[in-house]
């Protein structure tokens, strides 16, 4: 698929990763749909589009909710008449070991509410748009691709059991979606992005960058927009579906 004349969906688009590909996206021809959570943020980006000539929605949203998530993404055909691509990027951490123990007592551990948050988003989030945009797609007949954002922590990273469930779930029902959607020429493919350079990680202190970076043998974070380059890819290749590609510098967890 040719993104030119396309509309492409992506949740969390309005910073980060999510506006990378939106901008890779746009570079090609395609008209946005911009799915987030913080209105601010989705009208300073939208706006910062619209300067450039891009065609651009914005469409205010918590992916964890599904009568919100229903109504954006009709919101969306109504809009466009059309919805040919969704990247599933919008996510959340809330890190914490699963018991910590000091002086041999255990004295905290990752709470229910911990938990909930990060599956609610990165994961129910993932299979309510995925689904939604399944069945528009479906009903206007044009195939489509779905785009999920996984991570290298899917294989289990210290610290994250939330969040590592919830990307090795992203990866595997990107799998499933494949096997399952193919008759209706739609394709699903995951990202697995390593340590990105984004705003979160540009506010840590450099001693905390400098012991994250050390273990890629790239020796460096990655960009924002070289995870985007790879969402072009899956974009483009049609014989590509149902496998997660690593973005990680070489990094294994």
Sequence with gaps: MQLH????VVTGGARGIGKAIANAFAERGA???LLDLN???LDATRAEFEARGVKVSGHALNVAKEDEVI???????????????????AGIIKDAVLVKVKDGAVVSKMTLAQWQAVIDVNLTGVFLCGREAAERMIKLGQGGVIINISSISRAGNAGQSNY?????????MTTTWAKELARFGIRAGAIAPGFTKTDILSGMPPEMLEKMIAPVPLQRLGLAE??????????????FTGRCIDVDGGLRL
Excluded: P, Y
């Excluded at 004349?5 to 492409?8: A, I, L, N, T, Y």
């Design 5 to 8: 004349g396309k509309v492409g």
């Design 31 to 33: 008209t946005l749909a």
């Design 39 to 41: 209105q601010a943020d």
């Design 71 to 89: 109504r954006a993404l009709d919101d969306v055909v109504a809009a466009h008449g059309q919805l040919d691509v969704l990247v599933n990027n």
């Design 164 to 172: 590592s469930a919830a990307k090795a779930g992203v990866a595997a």
């Design 226 to 239: 070289e995870i985007a380059h790879t969402a072009v890819f899956i974009v483009e290749n049609d014989f």
